[in-house]
């Protein structure tokens, strides 16, 4: 669905550096209206780091933004992923198709790519957790209809030619971007580092603003997958990141710390609800921890999220899950 605000955003182009171009891409979300591309010059062509999404229009948009720049899709040479969200892939076919490219991904691409191949057998598995974690039925079913009209996001689904893992290098004019696994606000999310420039490209891990979001449901613990990647990028000492939404930003330090300390805060928050004893189902925790309502519009994001922060405190046990229906969970 294209709100009358998105309908209005156009792609831009501007160039970063010399040999990186940042496309500016429009999105359908109130609250993340643009998403980033980069290109980076590589040889006769340009390595394409993520695609935007797929809507109506969209891939315009993403020719205009490189005509700014005066580049070309028939130009793109390799299309490298920092992970499987729609907003980062979903124009990955039609790009291919103009422009021949070779697509590198992490190999942990089924949180999109299952959902691809059934969309119905997701969104039921979707309707299950949310009346485990205490959704009343009538507002889940609600929540899953409307989603199901939306747009998914995503043409022609995700054909990977190459994994992209840790260690793997995308050659450039810049010289090598190297992928450094970085999971927890997706599982197949990879960083790049090009060391020359101690630049990095973080995707989703880290962003100009401090947004966290975790798939749930593929692998035993996100939050704790999202803080060790935090240390791993901690660790390249990295100058200047080139974020999946936003401006470049220099302050890296800083942007790694507030991300830590909003995923303690959120942790701290979660056990002083669980103080008084009483179990609580994750509806009833969340919006003591966000200090928020649960609404339509937000619900699916803060349950997913509450739902991780809890996993997190159960695998390092200070919280217990209680034998009742729908799920609650009391300190340990
Ligand atoms: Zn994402
Ligand atoms: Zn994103």
Request: aromatic residues 18%.
């Given at each position: 669905m294209t709100s009358g605000r998105a309908a209005k955003e156009l792609g831009r182009g501007e160039r970063v550096i010399p040999g990186v171009w940042r496309l500016r891409l429009p999105l359908p979300w109130p609250g993340v209206p643009h998403g980033n591309a980069w290109a980076v010059a590589a040889g006769d062509g340009v390595v394409l780091f993520d695609t935007g999404m797929h809507q109506p229009g969209s891939l315009a948009h993403l020719e205009r933004a490189m005509d700014m720049v005066h580049l070309r899709l028939e130009l793109v040479r390799q299309v490298v992923l920092t992970h499987a969200h729609v907003d980062h892939c979903g124009q990955t076919t039609p790009i291919v198709l103009r422009s021949g490219a070779e697509v590198w991904c992490h190999p942990d691409h089924e949180h999109l790519t299952k959902w691809l191949a059934n969309p119905e057998g997701y969104w039921e598995r979707r309707v299950e957790i949310a009346l485990q974690s205490g959704v009343p039925e009538p507002v889940v079913r609600q929540a899953s209809d409307q989603v199901r009209t939306e747009d998914i996001g995503i043409a022609g689904g995700l054909q990977v030619d190459h994994d992209l893992v840790d260690g793997v290098e995308i050659a450039t004019d810049l010289g090598p971007f190297v992928a450094v696994e970085t999971p927890g606000h997706a599982p197949s999310h990879v960083s790049l580092f090009n060391a020359e420039r101690r630049m990095?490209?973080?995707?989703?891990?880290?962003?100009?603003?401090?947004?966290?979001?975790?798939?749930?449901?593929?692998?035993?613990?996100p939050v704790g997958e999202f803080l060790e990647s935090l240390n791993r990028v901690e660790d390249l000492d990295a100058r200047l990141v080139l974020s999946g939404h936003g401006r470049t930003f220099t302050d890296v330090e800083g942007h790694i710390r507030a991300n830590r300390e909003l995923v303690a805060d959120r942790l701290r928050a979660t056990e002083e609800a669980l103080a008084a004893g009483e179990p609580l189902t994750a509806v009833e925790i969340a919006p003591l921890v966000f200090g928020t309502e649960i609404t339509a519009e937000n619900g699916t994001w803060l349950l997913t999220e509450m739902l991780c922060f809890l996993r997190h405190l159960e695998v390092t046990g200070r919280v217990v899950k209680v034998d009742a229906e729908p799920d609650r969970f009391r300190l340990a």
């Open positions: 990095l490209i973080s995707g989703d891990h880290l962003l100009g603003r401090v947004s966290l979001f975790f798939d749930f449901g593929y692998t035993p613990d």
